[in-house]
C-alpha cells in the first residue's frame, strides 16, 4: 500500500511529462507558430470576398442589371493604366503622336471587339481575301467612333508645346528633354544600322506572305510625314501569325541604313496582330532612279501640301503590295517606334531587296519634308538576323536534277527468245 502511495506521489503529471518528451524549446516553437498562423487567417478572412474578382464581375455583382455584357460596358482602363512603368509619358495634349501609330487603333466605348477570320497562308496573293470584323461600331448618341477619336487626339496633339520634330530646337537628339523617356534611355530603340556580313544567318525565319488587295486609301499630311491609311482587308503572316496592315508611310532619308548607307527614301509598311494587338513594321527601301514607281505616284497626286490636311485616293490599283520588293528576303530585330513616344516591342522586319522610284519623286516628296527621319540607335546587345531569300528563283526553285537512262524493259517475247536461245545453245 505505501509502495502504491509512492508511485502515485512520484508519477509526473501530463504537462510536465511532455514537456520532458517534446523539449522546452520546441513547445515554444510550436506555439509561436500556431499565434502566426492565427494572425494570418485573422487578417485573410477580414478581406471582401469580391475583392479577388475581376473588375467586370464586381460590378455585375453590384449591379445584377449589367448582365453579360459587364466587360463591354464597364469603362476602358486608362492609358495610363495600360503603359509599363517605364514606357516614356505622352506630352501634354498629344496622347498619340508616333506615325506608327495605328489610325483606328482605339476602341469604341461600347463595341465589342470581336477577332476577325485569319487569313490563309497559302501563296502571295488569294482570290478571296481573309474576312475581317467592321473596323468601326455603329455610333451611339454622344459617343465617337474608334477612328473620329483616333484623329481628333492626334489633331490636338499637334497643337501641344512643346512638340517634337527633326530640327535642330526639337529633333531627335532633343526627344529626351522633351519628355520622351525612352528616346533617351530605352534598351531596344530603331531604327539601326544593318551590316549584312554580321547578321545572323537563321533558316527557322519563315517566309512572310502578304496578302494585299485594291482598295481605297485617305491620304494624310500629318505634320510629320505623308501617310496613307489603308482599307480593312489587307493582311500579312509575320513569323506564322496574322497581322492586318494598318497604314504606310514615308522618310527621308531612310532611317535604317546598310553599312553605314542611306537610301534617299524608305517606306514602313505598319502592322497590328488580330488577337494581341501586337505592333510589326516591315520596312522596305527605295532607291531612285529614272522610272517612276506606280503606287507613288499615285499618292503624290494626292498628298496634302498642308499640315494636317486628308484627300481620298480611290482610282483602281492602290495596292501596297507594289511597295514589296521581288525577292522577300529580310532582316529581323526586336525595336521601337521611330517617333515619339519611342515605344518599345515592336517586331520589325527590313527587306533586304530594294524598290525603285523617281529622282523627280524623290525631289517632290523633299519639298514637303526635307528631313522627317531619326537617325539609327545603338544595337545595346541586339543580334541582327537575316533570312533566306525567298521569292528568288535561285532560292527557291532548285536546279533539276540529271536524270538517269534506264534500259527499256523487255518484252515477254524478247525474254522467251532469249531463253530460248540459251537452251538451243546449251
Known amino acids: 500500500m505505501a509502495t502504491d502511495h509512492a508511485k502515485q506521489t512520484t508519477a509526473p503529471s501530463p504537462v510536465k511529462a511532455m514537456l520532458m518528451t517534446v523539449g522546452v524549446p520546441s513547445l515554444l516553437a510550436a506555439l509561436a507558430t500556431a499565434a502566426l498562423w492565427y494572425v494570418f487567417l485573422e487578417r485573410t478572412l477580414k478581406v471582401s470576398p469580391a475583392s479577388h474578382l475581376p473588375q467586370p464581375l464586381v460590378a455585375a455583382a453590384a449591379n445584377p442589371a449589367v448582365g453579360h455584357d459587364a466587360g463591354h460596358a464597364a469603362p476602358a482602363p486608362s492609358a495610363a493604366a495600360k503603359e509599363p512603368s517605364h514606357t516614356a509619358p505622352a506630352l501634354p495634349g498629344h496622347q498619340k503622336t508616333d506615325d506608327h501609330a495605328a489610325p483606328h487603333e482605339a476602341a469604341a466605348p461600347g463595341a465589342p471587339k470581336a477577332p476577325p477570320a485569319l487569313p490563309s497562308p497559302a501563296g502571295h496573293a488569294p482570290a478571296h481575301p481573309p474576312a475581317l470584323a467592321p473596323a468601326h461600331a455603329p455610333e451611339k448618341h454622344g459617343e465617337k467612333s474608334a477612328g473620329k477619336a483616333g484623329h481628333d487626339a492626334h489633331a490636338a496633339g499637334h497643337g501641344a508645346a512643346p512638340h517634337w520634330g527633326y530640327e535642330h530646337e526639337n ?82 532619308p531612310s532611317e535604317h541604313t546598310i553599312k553605314g548607307r542611306f537610301a534617299p527614301l524608305e517606306v514602313h509598311l505598319v502592322h497590328k496582330h488580330v488577337l494581341d494587338g501586337r505592333l ?98 545603338a544595337l545595346k546587345g541586339r543580334f541582327v538576323l537575316k533570312s533566306a531569300p525567298f521569292g528568288a528563283a535561285s532560292a527557291t526553285i532548285p536546279a533539276p536534277a540529271p536524270k538517269r537512262r534506264r534500259r527499256p524493259i523487255a518484252s515477254k517475247c524478247q525474254i522467251r527468245g532469249r531463253v530460248g536461245g540459251l537452251y538451243s545453245r546449251a
Not at 531627335?172 to 528633354?177: D, I, Q, S
Not at 519628355?179 to 537563321?202: C, F, H, M, W, Y
Not at 501640301?305 to 514589296?324: R, S, V
Open 280 to 377: 510589326a513594321v516591315v520596312g522596305v527601301l527605295i532607291e531612285q532612279g529614272d522610272t517612276e514607281h506606280p503606287l507613288i505616284t499615285k499618292v503624290w497626286s494626292k498628298m496634302p501640301a498642308e499640315k494636317d490636311g486628308k484627300a481620298k485616293a480611290t482610282e483602281a490599283g492602290l495596292n501596297p503590295a507594289q511597295l514589296l520588293p521581288v525577292a522577300r528576303g529580310y532582316f529581323r530585330y526586336n525595336g521601337s517606334l521611330t517617333t515619339p513616344p519611342c515605344t518599345e516591342g515592336v517586331l520589325w522586319t527590313v527587306m533586304t531587296e530594294q524598290v525603285h522610284c523617281s529622282t523627280a519623286q524623290v525631289d517632290a516628296f523633299r519639298k514637303l519634308f526635307p528631313l522627317n527621319a531619326r537617325p539609327p540607335q
Open 171 to 252: 529633333g531627335p537628339a532633343k526627344w529626351g528633354a522633351l519628355g520622351v523617356e525612352l528616346a533617351e534611355k530605352g534598351l531596344r530603340q530603331s531604327p539601326i544600322d544593318i551590316n549584312p556580313d554580321t547578321a545572323l544567318a537563321s533558316e527557322s525565319l519563315p517566309e512572310i506572305r502578304f496578302y494585299y488587295s485594291d482598295g481605297p486609301m485617305e491620304i494624310v499630311n500629318n505634320g510629320h510625314t505623308i501617310q496613307a491609311n489603308c482599307a480593312p482587308g489587307n493582311f500579312a503572316t509575320i513569323d506564322d501569325q496574322p497581322y492586318q496592315l494598318l497604314q504606310f508611310h514615308f522618310h527621308l
